[in-house]
């Protein structure tokens, strides 16, 4: 074990470490692989609390592990220097650190003297479902940080208890099959039974943690977008008195606040809480708006075809929202197309699925009549992994400032808001299809 420097106390052992370390083995998380829902709260976590590094900490006897990590190499610390050893002794409080120069307990630690340079700290505890702080969900940054308040440390406690979640979800999952192994030679309608019970317990479980996630980011977004909207007007107000001198910084402040609006949108649409004003539409003047789109928003020379079926008929949706959701499915389509040689396909069918091929389409699907809209392209195609967590929130295979990765989850919202759904179809070197089913009126 590395000691630490002697102008540095670690955190004491809580009261109860004896009874916590063990409900952290029984976890029987530490040195697991990488999961995608962890890695979730962590992209999370960072986007929504603008720092650089996010972590699920977990708390050993004598170091800190990480079952999640964003902006940060490492996979473990020693546990004297673990800020979340520190966090875990208050389980009812989030620690926040807004400068730690300028905090005794931490201007020593070897994480602020050394890599990552450790200047901002926000951790909230890990609570199992039996009372035991096993680590933390936290937000750092490499430099000091006055702007984390109540909102920010409220979003930390949410993702705590949705971590929190996932580990009793492996938990009971990992209980349920020892069941099922104890059990077997049983006769196979009492063995079919019980892994038909694992099954509906754990998806129950992965069912809570998702919507207690969309409930987070839909009650974020609604708080962000009122803020946003004020800002945005008093920027436009601004702009109309100022002098020629202001009217640069005041339209580069109008142009961030409504990237700000423009996110909080798509979360709100991943939510399920976009305001909707549907009416009838038809679907082929949208298509072709976005085919004059393509070209004049991206810059690049690319072939786009329309084909909208004669049969075509009227919809019932909100016409703003579907131009938008097409809009951001048509951008990823141009940044997956082959290079100089892109060809983005744009149509729309009507389609009748029975529940035999409602079933064949996957878990989303759903029998009905639907006008299926679809985008293609003729880009890299997607792996199975990364085509399972497209439609994530925050989730991107772009490099770090490339777009926050609302996109297919955004437009996903609005079809399930619709009353359809979105399907993707994709693999390497095979382009990719994505396409909404919206319920025919």
């Known amino acids: 074990m590395s000691l630490p420097p002697p102008d540095y106390l670690p955190a004491p052992a809580p009261a109860n470490e004896t009874a916590r370390l063990a409900a952290l083995r029984r976890a029987d998380i530490l040195d697991t692989p990488p999961e995608a829902a962890f890695d979730r709260l962590t992209r999370i976590a960072s986007q929504l609390t603008g720092t650089p590094i996010a972590l699920v900490s977990l708390i050993d006897g004598e170091r800190q592990w990480f079952k999640a990590k964003a902006g940060l ?103 349920l099959d020892e069941e099922i192994r104890q059990r077997q030679g049983a006769e196979a309608r009492r063995r079919d039974a019980e892994q038909a019970r694992a099954r509906a317990e754990a998806e129950a479980i992965r069912q809570r943690a998702s919507h207690s996630l969309m409930r987070l980011t839909g009650g974020i977004a609604h708080e962000f977008n009122n803020l946003f909207t004020g800002l945005i007007l008093l920027a436009e107000n601004l702009q109309v008195g100022a002098d020629a001198a202001l009217q640069r910084p005041l339209a580069l402040m109008l142009d961030a606040f409504q990237r700000g609006s423009r996110l909080t949108n798509g979360m709100l649409s991943y939510s399920g809480k976009q305001y909707l004003d549907p009416g009838e539409l038809a679907v082929g003047p949208i298509l072709h708006n976005v085919a004059t789109m393509i070209p004049a928003l991206h810059g690049k020379s690319a072939k786009v075809t329309v084909d909208v079926a004669a049969d075509c008929g009227m919809i019932e949706a909100d016409g703003r929202q579907l131009l938008a959701a097409l809009a951001e499915l048509a951008a990823n389509a141009v940044e997956a197309a082959a290079p100089g040689g892109a060809d983005i396909r744009l149509s729309a069918a009507n389609v009748t699925l029975t529940d035999g091929a409602a079933q064949a389409l996957g878990a989303d699907a759903r029998p009905g009549a639907f006008l299926r809209i679809g985008v293609a392209d003729n880009g890299r195609g997607m792996s199975l992994k990364v085509r399972a967590q497209a439609c994530e929130p925050f989730f991107t295979t772009k490099p770090v400032g490339g777009g926050p990765g609302l996109g297919l989850s955004m437009a996903q919202g609005f079809a399930r808001q619709s009353g359809g759904f979105l399907l993707i179809d994709s693999a390497p070197e095979a382009g990719t299809v994505v396409t909404l089913y919206l319920p025919q009126s």
């Open 73 to 175: 190499d490492a996979s473990e610390t020693p546990r004297d220097w673990a800020f979340c050893a520190h966090a875990i002794l208050k389980p009812n409080e989030v620690l926040i650190v807004p400068d730690t120069a300028a905090d005794a307990r931490f201007r020593g630690n070897p994480l602020v003297t050394g890599a990552p340079n450790i200047r901002f700290y926000a951790g909230a505890p890990i609570i199992t479902h039996d009372g035991h702080a096993l680590g933390t969900v936290c937000a750092i940054d490499s430099k000091p940080r006055s702007d984390i308040g109540q909102r920010e440390a409220a979003i930390l406690i949410e993702l705590a208890h949705v971590a929190a979640d996932e580990i009793e979800l492996r938990r009971l999952a990992r209980q």
